[in-house]
Nanobody, 127 residues
Framework: QVQLVESGGGLVQAGGSLKLSCAAS????????MGWFRQAPGKERELVSA????????YYSDSVKGRFTISVDNAKNTVYLQMNSLKPEDTAVYYC????????????????????WGQGTQVTVSS
């Protein structure tokens, strides 16, 4: 079993930056994928970025591409999401999650296919 804890959220003005962290405990494998999702009230949870535990492959949604950077530090069992040039539409609760069924190829975007979730961290971007 894997446990995840997000941190780093907060209130920031448009154009500002935040760095989210997701600390994992439990056994992680190089074939796992780590995803960052976000969800605003009344909206669907959406995948914004993902990375293999090996760190070699990354994914970004079109809405965050060029502004967000995902990375993994295996020694610290931690995945990061550096968020720059934040926009009000980025406001959401951000969750990290593990897809233990991932092996290679495209990352799965359906939240139901992810096995473990953190508690979420609120990101609010003011205009």
């Amino acid at each position: 079993q894997v446990q995840l804890v997000e941190s780093g959220g907060g209130l920031v003005q448009a154009g500002g930056s935040l760095k989210l962290s997701c600390a994992a405990s439990g056994r992680m494998f190089s074939t796992y994928a780590m995803g960052w999702f976000r969800q605003a009230p009344g909206k669907e949870r959406e995948l914004v970025s993902a990375i293999s535990w090996s760190g070699w492959n990354t994914y970004y949604s079109d809405s965050v591409k060029g502004r967000f950077t995902i990375s993994v530090d295996n020694a610290k069992n931690t995945v990061y999401l550096q968020m720059n040039s934040l926009k009000p539409e980025d406001t959401a609760v951000y969750y990290c999650a593990v897809d233990s069924a991932y092996y290679t190829g495209d990352y799965r975007r359906n939240p139901d296919e992810y096995d473990y979730w953190g508690q979420g961290t609120q990101v609010t971007v003011s205009s």
